[in-house]
């Protein structure tokens, strides 16, 4: 059974094969229109959202299949102490294909490990959020015309912003990529995007605090969020929320030809007197997610009818309930009776990481 919980799950040739799939749906969406007939998609967002939850949702009605789910924590047995686990189990009683968003990291890990149908994660914490990452890489291609050989900035919140380590992740399969972190200190990206997948890619990057110096360089600037919600202390929120706002005069300095791409919500950091320049692609950035998410739900039901075994850890050198993850937010620190596992890689077998959220555990 194949799920979706990082986007490093798919290879550069599926990646591509997505992309053919969404432009032929943009193309000649009737083709499509009973493509998912008799399927139900269940989204279960334990986390507010607006794009993923009603993207999965159209992307599954275009495609002439229904929907089940709910969009908040309360409103589902959560509330009342059900676990990851068992909620995988029992949606999978009623639904072909889930679609989930947490707080907790790596709860869609531990849901397509219990569920008996694919799991897409939707965003999970501040870890990753691969069907955002679609979105992106569809927007590079069409707007760009290639996902190689670009200097991509990431400016905001490197840290929390799971939408960044997804994309990062997924650029570091092409030739060509520099990258460009701008934030921070507080809000640097987390070490093992830095030493997982840049320096293990042997990746050009740097890490600058200035956006209006970087801006001159760069083909993609994807802006971020300070994302309020994941800030353990309040006054750190308000003390960094301001760091970087992109305006209008800013943007006579960045490239003739650069893009300006956002996940979406924003609060201040784009003004919207960017959005009239045409180098402003958030917009479409949203409905290349649709098209994507329809891409990806024919896949995974498809390859669902074929191989029906149940999702199993993989990983290098696993180590079972020696270590224990101090992450707060990690679902091995809520979820009853989950084991505690972690994992190396080759490139640094002394480091031990949580397999669940990814963060050091020894
Ligand atoms: N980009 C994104 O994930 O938006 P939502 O939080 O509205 O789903």
Redesign the pocket.
Known sequence: MRSLIDVVDLSVKELDELMGVANDIIRNPDKYKEACKGKKIATLFF?????????FEAAMLELGGSVIGFSSADSSSAAKGESMADTARVISCYADIIAM?TPQEGAALVAALNARVPIIN??DGGHK?PT?TL?DLLTIKREKGRLDNLTVGYCGDLKYGR?VHSLIGALSRYKGIKTVLISPEELKVPSYVRHDILEKNGMEYEEVSDLEQALPKLDVLYMTRIQRERFLDPREYERLKDSYVLTAEKMEKAKKDGIVLH???RVNEISTDVDADPRACYFKQ?EC?KYMRMALIMKLLEEAEKDKSAVTIKGENLVYDKYKCHNPKCISRTEQELRNIATSSPSSPDILRCIYCEKKVN
């Open positions: 986390e507010p959202s607006t794009r993923t939850r009603l993207s968003r939707a965003g959020h955002q979105a939408t996940p979406l919500p949203v997610g």
